[in-house]
T-cell receptor, first 115, second 113 residues
């Protein structure tokens, strides 16, 4: 089945220790998104890739970076995680030009704990 | 500006109807969505409505849109225990293939037997 896969599902890191979260997709979608969802809050868009073009949200901290080496994979790098970065990180994909509002398909998320 | 609000919690009995409400502020929104999130899982699209519609029905789900009041609701008929989850409404603005979603804070639905 076509899907959005996130690895790992649970990640524990130490304060200040860089961490990378992974997302892959078999949908061949050209747009990939990263959202941060803190406990009991709405998902918040960090950035997205439209094909190879990176688009950062204005309020995304510099501590968060992303890489997209090919269509299928996208990585979220947190350079120096702080306690406030503990959250669920959701990856999503969509196909530009789709008929139905460019529906976004979400992965199951990676829950990040910062000690 | 973009701001989407929902009530935080709803409790119903199995078999009853559930109505989850949402208000949004951006009148330029083109699509409005309802997503479901089960514990520890990602978001699953339930249904959507285009901004020029006022109602959409999809099996047990009915979406009502009052564009004048910027009010969106999701009605779940014959609610089941498996419907227990967090429900997010989201508005989107289309921008040449990029769809920015702004989510509400989510409504936790608890269905008791």
């Amino acid at each position: 089945d076509a899907m959005v896969i996130q690895n790992p599902r649970y990640q524990v890191t130490q304060f200040g220790k860089p961490v990378t979260l992974s997302c892959s997709q078999t949908l061949n979608h050209n747009v990939m998104y990263w959202y941060q969802q803190k406990s009991s809050q709405a998902p918040k868009l960090l950035f997205h890739y439209y094909d190879k073009d990176f688009n950062n949200e204005a309020d995304t901290p510099d501590n968060f970076q992303s890489r997209r080496p090919n269509t299928s994979f996208c990585f979220l790098d947190i350079r120096s995680p702080g306690l406030g970065d503990a959250a669920m990180y959701l990856c999503a994909t969509s196909f530009s030009g789709g008929r139905v509002g460019n529906e976004q398909f979400f992965g199951p998320g990676t829950r990040l704990t910062v000690l | 500006g973009e701001d989407v609000e929902q009530s935080l919690f709803l409790s119903v009995r199995e078999g009853d109807s559930s109505v989850i409400n949402c208000t949004y502020t951006d009148s330029s929104s083109t699509y409005l969505y309802w997503y479901k999130q089960e514990p520890g899982a990602g978001l699953q699209l339930l249904t959507y409505i285009f901004s020029n519609m006022d109602m959409k029905q999809d099996q047990r789900l009915t979406v009502l849109l009052n564009k004048k009041d910027k009010h969106l609701s999701l009605r779940i008929a014959d609610t089941q225990t498996g419907d227990s989850a967090i429900y997010f409404c989201a508005e989107s603005m289309m921008n040449t293939g990029f769809q920015k979603l702004v989510f509400g804070t989510g409504t936790r639905l608890l269905v008791s037997p």
